[in-house]
């Protein structure tokens, strides 16, 4: 069945299509999640909320655009409305640009070396020690290509935040990433 018949079936309710397309983007979209959560069951929460809203709003994809890209937006925003719900208890933002001695040290660090020690499970979990609010700018930037202003606007931040929790994110995640390397070794 392709998709253009699963998302007809999803339409009409029928449980097989339903289940079609959660398998379809389960594992995509898990990985998604997990990048803006803390753990793999908060990650799981927000992909099963993520879901219901992608059931739910099916009647609004326009076919513009792809498909997977679509849900993909839907579990970002997810995402980003639970940190918003817990907002109290751990998405704390940074207003101070990282001071330039810790940029620096972080710069003189091979990226490529990095790369060359770690899996992909060893980043995911270095991106998820990061706090919630770089956590969170390190993927709306980097990975989903948002710019500051975009990111600003969807937290309610300042464009300066953004940048900096950024800076701070790239840095916190080198030195995350380099205590690994050093442990394996």
């Given at each position: 069945?392709?998709?253009?018949?699963?998302?007809?079936?999803?339409?009409?309710?029928?449980?097989?299509?339903?289940?079609?397309?959660?398998?379809?983007?389960?594992?995509?979209?898990?990985?998604?999640?997990?990048?803006?959560?803390?753990?793999?069951?908060?990650?799981?929460?927000?992909?099963?909320?993520?879901f219901i809203k992608v059931f739910g709003s099916l009647k609004n994809f326009n076919n513009k655009g792809s498909f997977e890209g679509w849900v993909r937006r839907i579990m970002v925003n997810t995402?980003?409305?639970?940190?918003?719900?817990?907002?109290?208890?751990?998405l704390i933002v940074s207003t101070v640009y990282a001071n330039d001695k810790a940029a620096n040290t972080a710069e003189e660090i091979n990226e490529e070396d990095i790369l060359l020690h770690i899996d992909k499970e060893d980043i995911l979990k270095a991106v998820q020690e990061l706090t919630?609010?770089?956590?969170?700018?390190f993927n709306l930037y980097v990975i989903e290509e948002y710019t500051h202003k975009e990111i600003a606007d969807l937290l309610d931040i300042s464009e300066g935040t953004s940048k900096s929790n950024l800076s701070k994110a790239k840095f916190n995640l080198r030195k995350?990433?380099?205590?690994l390397i050093k442990r394996v070794q």
């Open positions: 069945m392709n998709e253009t018949d699963i998302i007809k079936g999803c339409l009409k309710n029928d449980r097989a299509c339903q289940k079609l397309l959660y398998e379809q983007f389960y594992g995509k979209m898990l990985g998604v999640c997990l990048r803006y959560s803390k753990n793999s069951d908060d990650a799981k929460d927000t992909l099963h909320e993520g995402a980003i409305d639970h940190l918003r719900k817990n907002k109290h208890d751990y919630p609010a770089y956590r969170t700018v995350n990433l380099m205590h």
